[in-house]
């Protein structure tokens, strides 16, 4: 109630506070269906499109990049000129990438005061991780398993980007992937769907929260429908190749829970499945999506997706796109420019009934209407609320904690972490410790550089130890990352004598070694993925010379790194944790926040491994038959084994599983309990999780799936019993025709601290 009370006297705040002339529009702008302010959403949308020449209902489905400065001179030539007539025909639906109030205010202003029906826009940006303040990259989110944590980073996330214009974010995206090549796995959860569905889940609320209509929620968009992570050798908008069981057991649940969650957009991938570009899937889009799943948002393409049918080779040219992706269910067209041009020619020609564009069209009002636009298109445009949010000490400290609690802890041989806080001598080496841009990771394009917290100012935080710090070598280079005057030569090892140096004058040395934020994300996919440039070779130089070595990871995958663990003692995955990034690791390497978090992709031996996973199938020759043969699925050159089994983490503390016990309540209800007992020295969390086998099924199933989690927090010595149900959509799973099915049989239970869990039980379902 203190909640609503607060936006309530906000909202009245914000109106005292408009201009005048932003006032004076709200008082004379109405809904143009004149409707009564008690009617429905669904008669203001179908009494609007009645009145909606067809040029104009395509309007609402033509998205426009910002196409011009909006406080500069009006285009008068060329395509932005072009973009602008439609602008003010009403001809764009929606634009993206226009940003900060004085912008979006004079968009919004064109649509609503220039047009002839004054229907607003809706303003859509990569709000991926935060806007100017930045969280952990979604990756390292999902470390943390706090689902709470994870919507808190999503609500501030989309105050701040409400506070300036934005309505709208391309986010979560929730595809599943198994191959740490993709560089977009930084922007997911990881490889599981039990935990990215309920991830998803959480982002979506968070963005969204519990009413639309309010000033500091944003409509969140569910991407990338459908299989994108799955492209063949982690390249990046490569082929997808996958089998119905995978595709409705792995793929589409995180969708499925998204869209239960009240998501009101999704956006289709670039990707094909089963030979059909997923901008052009009717099976996907209108039977699954709008179809089984009952879906009443709209669809909006990826950017220059339905024109990409062409290069598939699926579309003879864009005529023939537009007629492709409005029949499949595409809603919205992102910077294609297809149906703004292309759909009344198909409608008149009786290629396209006029019935798929008004469906199409309803969607996107509908939404609108959801985030109050009609009553008030400028609702997020008040330039005081835009400086009193962004950048406040409230999201600064909601962005720091989940970055504290997104830290996976790999290793710490001998206790060596957490670290004295007086009378240490530290060597700080790599550049990647004294630098302000990277943390800030991939996707997060309103963030301003140098405004990340780097691990030496957070350390520096600390004034008891003597902190000496050396780059070493740099971590990036090529035009793929930044313009040709900033590329930088990797291979130069001319300070590896410098960081030699002060480590032998250290009693600890601190190395911030992996890749930049930048070789993560979108296009970004890579062939190796150990750490970048001379950073291995400069590891293996300063481990010489001292051997008591914290490795600090930053990246936006999980990496290759074998040596390092067979010779690093503490190695402490710190991803790309954002703004607060070097107070989050400060405080870990310091014991003032004790590690939870746990790996929410596999961490391979090499790249060899790759494609790998926990939830895998045991195949038909799954372990060796006998000593000497060669004839099982298996490599020569190194184990089947992970480096860090998905699930893994440790802590300053201990915890130990006890007393498993397993008791079926009936053929779809099955209780689990065990006893968690923390056995260290210190208090800490633990994430308990429970796994499951079916031992024998009509689909072949995984050798183990992730079905519970809890996050407990115990003192020392302290013990919960900790209970679980597995209902029927923990039991069963989905056959190859797509229908959900719970059989008999035999199933195993695994409880434990990582996929790897020993403790286990069984019992049987009749």
Not at 525 to 550: C, D, F, M, P
Request: hydrophobic letters at 40%; aromatic letters at 8%; glycine letters at 8%.
């Amino acid at each position: 109630m203190k909640n609503v009370l607060f936006l309530l006297a906000l909202n009245s705040l914000i109106l005292l506070l408009l201009p005048f002339g932003e006032a004076n529009a709200r008082n004379t702008y109405q809904d143009p269906t004149n409707m009564k302010q008690g009617d429905s959403i669904d008669i203001k949308v179908n009494t609007l499109l009645a009145k909606m020449t067809l040029e104009e209902k395509i309007g609402q489905m033509n998205q426009y990049n910002g196409f011009w400065d909006v406080t500069g001179p009006v285009p008068s030539n060329g395509d932005a000129a072009n973009k602008y007539d439609h602008l003010k025909k009403g001809w764009v639906g929606s634009m993206l990438n226009v940003r900060g109030v004085k912008e979006v205010r004079k968009v919004q202003k064109i649509a609503v005061e220039e047009t002839r029906l004054g229907i607003p826009l809706i303003i859509g940006f990569d709000v991926i991780h935060g806007y100017k303040t930045i969280s952990p990259i979604p990756l390292a989110e999902a470390a943390s398993w706090d689902l709470e944590a994870i919507k808190l980073s999503a609500q501030v996330a989309a105050e701040e980007a409400a506070a300036s214009g934005i309505n709208w974010t391309f986010a979560p995206m929730v595809d599943i992937s198994r191959d740490a090549r993709w560089g977009r796995v930084m922007e997911g959860a990881g490889e599981d769907p039990y935990l990215g569905s309920l991830i998803a889940k959480a982002r979506v609320e968070g963005f969204q929260g519990d009413d639309l209509s309010l000033a500091n929620t944003i409509a969140a968009c569910a991407k990338h429908f459908a299989g994108y992570g799955f492209a063949e050798a982690g390249r990046d908008y490569n082929t997808v190749d996958v089998g119905t069981s995978t595709l409705y057991n792995i793929i589409l649940p995180p969708f499925k829970a998204a869209k239960e969650a009240g998501v009101r957009t999704f956006m289709n991938a670039f990707n094909e499945l089963n030979g059909i570009p997923a901008t052009g899937s009717a099976f996907l889009q209108r039977d699954i999506l709008k179809g089984e799943w009952n879906f009443d948002g709209f669809m909006v393409t990826d950017w220059g997706s339905i024109n990409e049918m062409i290069t598939h080779r699926q579309a003879k040219d864009r005529l023939h796109a537009a007629e492709i992706a409005i029949k499949a269910g595409s809603d919205m067209d992102m910077e294609s420019y297809a149906y703004v041009n292309e759909l009344a020619r198909l409608v008149k020609e009786g290629k396209v009934d006029e019935s798929l564009i008004d469906d199409a069209v309803k969607r996107i009002l509908r939404v609108k209407y959801e985030l109050g636009l009609f009553d008030d298109p400028y609702k997020y445009c008040n330039e005081t609320v835009e400086k009193e949010v962004i950048g406040s000490k409230r999201i600064n400290d909601a962005v720091l904690d989940v970055a504290k609690k997104s830290i996976v802890l790999l290793k710490n041989e001998n206790n060596l972490l957490p670290l004295k806080k007086n009378g240490l001598k530290i060597a700080l080496i790599g550049a990647l410790a004294n630098d302000k841009t990277s943390p800030l990771g991939s996707w997060r394009i309103a963030a301003d550089d140098e405004t990340a917290v780097s691990v030496l100012e957070g350390m520096q935080a600390y004034k008891g130890n003597t902190i000496t710090f050396e780059k070493g070598a740099d971590v990036v280079t090529g035009e793929t990352l930044f313009p040709k005057e900033l590329t930088i030569n990797v291979s130069d090892k001319s300070g590896f004598a410098s960081a030699v140096t002060a480590a032998k004058n250290a009693d600890v040395v601190v190395m911030v070694l992996g890749e930049h934020g930048l070789h993560s994300g979108e296009g970004r996919s890579r062939s190796e993925i150990g750490l970048t440039g001379v950073q291995q070779e400069l590891l293996e130089t300063v481990y010489k010379a001292n051997k008591n070595i914290v490795l600090v990871l930053n990246n936006g995958r999980p990496l290759a790194i074998e040596w390092a663990d067979e010779h690093i003692p503490a190695i402490v995955e710190a991803w790309h944790l954002g703004t607060q990034s070097g107070h989050a690791v400060a405080q870990v390497l310091y014991g003032d926040y004790n590690p939870s978090g746990k790996l929410p992709m596999t961490f391979p031996k090499n790249v060899g491994q790759v494609p790998i996973y926990y939830n895998h199938k045991s195949t038909g020759r799954p372990t060796l038959p006998a000593p000497g043969e060669v004839f099982w699925s298996h490599y020569t050159d190194v184990s089947n084994a992970p480096l860090y089994p998905f699930g893994y983490g440790l802590s300053y503390t201990t915890f130990a599983y006890s007393d498993l016990k397993v008791d079926v309540i009936s053929d779809t209800s099955v209780a689990v309990s065990v006893t968690l007992t923390n056995t260290g020295q210190v208090k800490g969390k633990e994430v308990a999780q429970l796994y499951l086998r079916d031992e024998f099924a009509s689909v072949t199933r995984p050798v183990r799936e992730l079905k519970g989690f809890e996050l407990v927090e115990l003192n020392p010595s302290e013990s919960k019993t900790l209970k679980f149900t597995l209902s029927k959509a923990e039991l069963g799973f989905f056959d190859n025709n797509g229908k959900f099915v719970v059989e008999p049989g035999d199933f195993s239970v695994f409880v434990g601290g990582s996929s790897e869990a020993t403790l286990t039980s069984q019992f049987n379902l009749k």
